[in-house]
């Protein structure tokens, strides 16, 4: 059985750092791009950050640029969200997502995530 859980998420304040976690578990990420996506109260989801099956990465919006970056684990299992100097306007429930593609592949999609995690809270605020 395919999953994603998200974990990290938490109370920060405006300037600090998170680290998100996306656990796979029934697939490997060499055949499949990951994603975070977040969604504010009241505002549509809207895409962060996704990572190829071959590591490529692709900055869904500008105001992320920058101060947030993704990386994977050796054991293929695990991908990353760094976030840095975090910014009120940066909470959100962030979800990890991922999607088949193929073997280190450099397509990272924006839609048709097939898997999703239950979401993990960001909250910046003094």
């Known amino acids: 059985q395919l999953q994603v859980v998200e974990s990290g998420g938490g109370l920060v304040q405006p300037g600090g750092s998170l680290n998100l976690s996306c656990a796979v578990s029934?697939?490997?990420?060499?055949?499949?791009?990951t994603a975070w996506f977040r969604q504010a109260p009241g505002k549509e989801r809207e895409g962060v950050i996704c990572?190829?099956?071959?590591?490529?990465?692709?900055m869904y919006a500008d105001t992320m640029k920058g101060r947030f970056t993704v990386s994977r684990d050796n054991a293929k299992t695990t991908v990353y969200l760094q976030m840095n100097n975090l910014k009120p306007e940066d909470t959100a429930v962030y979800y990890c997502?991922?999607?088949?593609?193929?073997?280190?592949?450099?397509?990272?999609?924006?839609?048709?995530?097939?898997?999703w995690g239950q979401g993990t809270q960001v909250t910046v605020s003094s």
């Open positions: 029934g697939f490997t990420l060499d055949y499949y791009a």
């Open positions: 990572r190829s099956s071959s590591g490529s990465t692709t």
């Open positions: 997502a991922a999607k088949e593609t193929s073997y280190s592949s450099t397509y990272c999609p924006k839609f048709d995530y097939n898997y």
